[in-house]
């Protein structure tokens, strides 16, 4: 593992303290060739570090969780506000990859603090079982916080994802069948059952108990299933609460000291922008609030505290279940795309849906989130195609053109997606770490994806691996600015 260097990265006169892992090379990419690597100060006394959300923006899988451990060597905190293992990521550091569903990727750094929040809905086998794994591996998890407000599942969410989808037919989400959905659902009908409640024996019985009245009338009158027996469920759930017992806690005055402090919040989202609850391609979506604005509901901090936010989105875009996707390629390029890509879930390994990159829906996350930059990735994958594609705008029914996401996309039969070609190169990028290093056709095009989103590019990523990345140090200290 790296251990990075503290060090200054100044920009107009404002300092950024930033721990840059030495084989990461900082350059001013504006305005030509690459000048002098800034120089590099100590410490100063009383700094203040920004606080950051990293959000999908679009349809998930985006590889937030490479970002998110790229930048939380820079955080004494890092806190995942909504979802739970539906959600999956992996990262690469040197030969070795760790794949994530429920802890953030932050725990790879020894002396960050990583929370799962209030928000976030966890499968405490799943927990157990991803706590245990980094351990076998050498990953101390001594700096891990679950919050006691954090919602919990059950079997009977499990059950009712899979029976619920099961009865929608050809209609069906494509949920990951975690029971994600369910354990939401009681969450907003305050029969969910939270961290806290299974920390406390008395407690955690009586609500199962409560819970499980409700549940097997359905189980067993809706869908003619077996019921469930509240003692098994005791019994496993015994087992994982000994377990998890010492990291759950108030975890909202944690978040709140730490983003107050200066000391640098990383709050990571779940999901992406498409797949919010109430802003995304209802309803096909998730039941959580993967958006920036969940990290204020999911954790407790308030909306002042958060100072930028970074759009994560790759060079294309992917999507699994089912719904809305304009830019969706059913042919041998979109075959491609996803064995290059290794577009297949970390969560399911169902394979993803993949088309070409759709700034509609970039220019609508930069909306919707405020965002600050973007965080491109997979510019690799698209390495080899004689040309490439930019979707900018849909046209409708009538031929008019349309250039902002329509709120009822989901149920448009009549949008086709309007594209931009550019020329594509064939040089391998996987070595490339400054911008001028790209093949000009691919530099063109992410001059043209920060052009299309109106957001500027802040790091481009051309391998999973760490040090596979390209930053553009003069507007990702913009966006870190407090
Ligand atoms: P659920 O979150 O399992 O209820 O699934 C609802 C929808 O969100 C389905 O279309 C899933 O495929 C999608 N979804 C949930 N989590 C993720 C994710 O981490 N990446 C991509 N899609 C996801």
Redesign the pocket.
């Known amino acids: 593992m790296d251990s990075p260097a503290l060090s200054i990265l100044v920009f107009r006169g404002h300092s950024i303290r930033l721990r840059i892992p030495s084989h990461i090379t900082w350059r001013r990419e504006k305005g030509g060739p690459a000048a002098a690597i800034p120089k590099l100060e100590a410490p100063q006394e009383g700094e203040a570090l920004a606080n950051l959300v990293v959000v999908g923006a679009q349809?998930?899988?985006e590889a937030k969780g490479k970002i998110v451990d790229y930048l939380a060597q820079n955080a004494a905190m890092v806190v995942r506000y909504g979802?739970g293992n539906?959600?999956?990521h992996s990262v690469t550091v040197g030969s070795d990859e760790y794949k994530f569903h429920l802890i953030p990727a932050g725990i790879l750094h020894p002396e960050t603090v990583c929370v799962l929040a209030d928000g976030v809905v966890i499968d405490p086998g799943v927990l157990v079982k991803e706590i245990e794994g980094l351990q076998a591996r050498g990953v101390s998890v001594a700096n891990l916080r679950i919050s006691a407000a954090a919602h919990v599942i059950l079997p009977y969410h499990r059950l009712q994802d899979a029976l619920e989808e099961a009865r929608r037919g050809d209609d069906k989400?494509?949920?990951?069948g975690?029971g994600?959905?369910p354990a939401y659902a009681d969450k907003a009908a305050r029969t969910g059952i939270r961290m806290g409640d299974l920390m406390d024996p008395e407690r955690f019985t009586a609500r199962l108990q409560a819970a499980l009245d409700d549940k097997n009338a359905v189980l067993t009158k809706v869908y003619g299933a077996e019921p469930l027996e509240a003692a098994a469920i005791l019994e496993e759930y015994g087992r994982y609460a000994h377990a998890l017992r010492p990291f759950v806690c108030d975890t909202p005055p944690l978040v709140a000291q730490a983003a107050r402090n200066g000391k640098g919040v990383l709050f990571e989202g779940?999901?992406g922008t498409l797949?919010d609850i109430d802003l995304g391609t209802y309803p096909?979506?998730?039941?959580s609030h993967p958006i920036a604005g969940g990290a204020c509901l999911g954790t407790g901090v308030g909306p002042t505290q958060i100072h930028a936010v970074i759009g994560v989105a790759k060079s294309y875009t992917t999507r699994?279940?089912?719904?809305v996707f304009p830019t969706e390629l059913l042919d041998a390029t979109g075959d491609t795309i996803r064995d290059r890509g290794h577009e297949y879930g970390t969560?399911t390994g169902r394979p993803r849906r993949c088309g070409w990159l759709d700034t509609v829906v970039l220019r609508y996350a930069a909306q919707v989130n405020g965002l600050s930059c973007l965080a491109l990735g997979h510019l690799d994958v698209l390495t080899g195609l004689e040309e490439v594609k930019i979707g900018v705008a849909y046209t409708n029914g009538a031929g008019e053109t349309v250039r902002d996401l329509p709120g009822d996309l989901p149920f448009r039969t009549d949008l086709a997606p309007v594209y931009e070609t550019l020329p594509g190169w064939s040089e391998d990028l996987s070595s490339v770490r400054a911008l001028t290093g790209l093949p000009a056709n691919a530099r063109r095009f992410v001059e043209r994806v920060q052009d299309l989103a109106g957001v500027p590019v802040a790091t481009v990523s051309v391998g999973p691996a760490r040090e596979q990345t390209i930053v553009l140090d003069d507007v990702l200290a913009r966006a870190l600015r407090r």
């Open positions: 349809w998930g899988d979802g539906n959600a999956g989400l494509g949920t990951t975690r994600i959905g779940a999901q797949l096909f979506v998730t039941s699994v279940g089912a719904g969560t």
